[in-house]
């Protein structure tokens, strides 16, 4: 049994490194490919950085695996584009005071926020909250609410979801993607990105699964390079390799992008900025990679415990664990220390008042 079960786990942790290896071999086919022909290309240029990001990751896991994966038991029978910077408008959408109700339903009310060229946004929430509706609003879809919307009218937008519904699949995938009028070379380092390569981009685009079919429009508008990019629950359709394509794209991508997702990697992978519909509010928070996931974390951990001024302790508890990695670090000035003990001790004393308003109540 223990030869059974030990060769299995063997075979799968060898087919884990012959995938790695593939794929870290493609990526740099891609990268020495496309270094030579980006040139003054500022997206390819971005975009071979997160191909080596990425590479340089899958190296170090492939090195962990081969010194720490596990042994077989011996058996001692005999059996780079030209784009243009579009993160250049400095407000691309601006919310004040916005309320909404659907069939005498408060969804969300008094949000207030301002959205910046290049910001990429993930709007989150439970199912019938309000997500798309506010999405809808902040597109200019949906008239029928409470408070003041501008979206930036010379921003170009496009939308994933319109972009598969009018998609011309009779056609190759090479030929869809020339009428964007880039070239064909150009055109082909692209498709690589998203491991579509060689002979593959002459196949139907009714052929694909709607894995590749996703990652062939988005990569058409990628290259189309618009102002804001909609995505509304892009990973319905996506296998893994999909999401991970449509990540790296979106990272090189210098514009503005709004995202509604479950998907938590995504958009801590992603994104920025989290709008999150809770309790007919729209919270507002924006981070790093590593905060977005401690915003997560938090959040995760407070619904459970918290009804009253959760909101607050919530940013709060975010902010004390921040604070809790800052003060870790051994070459922090003094002065600098002293601040972060002060912010420290202010900010737990903050969430115990909140706390006690909860109990007292």
Not at 126 to 146: A, M, W
Not at 170 to 176: A, G, K
Not at 181 to 195: A, H, K, M, P, Q
Not at 312 to 337: F, H, T, V, W, Y
């Given at each position: 049994?223990?030869?059974?079960?030990?060769?299995?786990?063997?075979?799968?942790?060898?087919?884990?490194?012959?995938?790695?290896?593939?794929?870290?071999?493609?990526?740099?086919?891609?990268?020495?490919?496309?270094?030579?022909?980006?040139?003054?290309?500022?997206?390819?240029?971005?975009?071979?950085?997160?191909?080596?990001?990425?590479?340089?990751?899958?190296?170090?896991?492939?090195?962990?695996?081969?010194?720490?994966?596990?042994?077989?038991?011996?058996?001692?029978?005999?059996?780079?584009?030209?784009?243009?910077?579009?993160?250049?408008?400095?407000?691309?959408?601006?919310?004040?005071?916005?309320?909404?109700?659907?069939?005498?339903?408060?969804?969300?009310?008094?949000?207030?926020?301002t959205i910046n060229g290049g910001d990429k946004v993930g709007i989150i929430g439970n199912n019938g909250s309000g997500k798309t509706t506010l999405l809808n609003i902040l597109l200019g879809e949906d008239k029928n609410y409470i408070g003041d919307v501008y979206l930036n009218p010379n921003m170009k937008i496009s939308s994933l979801s319109q972009y598969l519904e009018v998609v011309n699949e009779e056609i190759t995938i090479l030929d869809y993607l020339l009428t964007t009028n880039e070239t064909e070379n150009i055109i082909r380092l692209y498709l690589g990105s998203v491991f579509i390569k060689g002979d593959r981009v002459n196949t139907l685009i009714k052929n694909l699964s709607m894995g590749e079919k996703c990652r062939v429009i988005f990569t058409k508008i990628i290259i189309e390079n618009p102002d804001l990019i909609i995505l509304d629950e892009p990973t319905n359709y996506m296998d893994i390799l999909s999401k991970e394509s449509v990540s790296l794209l979106l990272k090189s991508y210098s514009g503005?992008?709004?995202?509604?997702?479950?998907?938590?990697?995504?958009?801590?992978?992603?994104?920025?900025?989290?709008?999150?519909?809770?309790?007919?509010?729209?919270?507002?928070?924006?981070?790093?990679?590593?905060?977005?996931?401690?915003?997560?974390?938090?959040?995760?951990?407070?619904?459970?415990?918290?009804?009253?001024?959760?909101?607050?302790?919530?940013?709060?508890?975010?902010?004390?664990?921040?604070?809790?990695?800052?003060?870790?670090?051994?070459?922090?000035?003094?002065?600098?220390?002293?601040?972060?003990?002060?912010?420290?001790?202010?900010?737990?004393?903050?969430i115990s008042e909140l706390r006690d308003i909860k109990y007292k109540k």
């Amino acid at each position: 049994m223990e030869k059974i079960t030990n060769e299995n786990l063997y075979n799968k942790q060898q087919q884990e490194i012959r995938d790695l290896k593939e794929n870290i071999s493609q990526r740099k086919q891609w990268f020495n490919k496309a270094h030579k022909m980006a040139g003054t290309n500022d997206h390819l240029r971005a975009l071979s950085k997160k191909h080596v990001s990425i590479m340089r990751s899958k190296e170090k896991k492939l090195e962990k695996l081969k010194e720490n994966g596990v042994e077989r038991i011996k058996d001692n029978s005999s059996i780079k584009l030209t784009l243009n910077n579009n993160n250049s408008f400095k407000t691309a959408i601006r919310v004040e005071n916005l309320s909404k109700s659907f069939d005498k339903k408060l969804l969300f009310k008094d949000g207030n926020f301002t959205i910046n060229g290049g910001d990429k946004v993930g709007i989150i929430g439970n199912n019938g909250s309000g997500k798309t509706t506010l999405l809808n609003i902040l597109l200019g879809e949906d008239k029928n609410y409470i408070g003041d919307v501008y979206l930036n009218p010379n921003m170009k937008i496009s939308s994933l979801s319109q972009y598969l519904e009018v998609v011309n699949e009779e056609i190759t995938i090479l030929d869809y993607l020339l009428t964007t009028n880039e070239t064909e070379n150009i055109i082909r380092l692209y498709l690589g990105s998203v491991f579509i390569k060689g002979d593959r981009v002459n196949t139907l685009i009714k052929n694909l699964s709607m894995g590749e079919k996703c990652r062939v429009i988005f990569t058409k508008i990628i290259i189309e390079n618009p102002d804001l990019i909609i995505l509304d629950e892009p990973t319905n359709y996506m296998d893994i390799l999909s999401k991970e394509s449509v990540s790296l794209l979106l990272k090189s991508y210098s514009g503005t992008a709004l995202v509604v997702s479950h998907d938590r990697h995504l958009i801590s992978t992603v994104c920025n900025r989290i709008l999150k519909i809770e309790n007919n509010k729209i919270i507002n928070f924006t981070g790093n990679h590593t905060e977005i996931i401690e915003f997560f974390t938090c959040n995760k951990t407070s619904n459970s415990k918290l009804k009253v001024n959760k909101d607050e302790i919530l940013m709060l508890q975010c902010r004390l664990s921040k604070l809790s990695g800052l003060l870790d670090d051994p070459s922090l000035e003094k002065d600098a220390k002293l601040n972060y003990e002060k912010e420290f001790l202010n900010t737990s004393r903050r969430i115990s008042e909140l706390r006690d308003i909860k109990y007292k109540k």
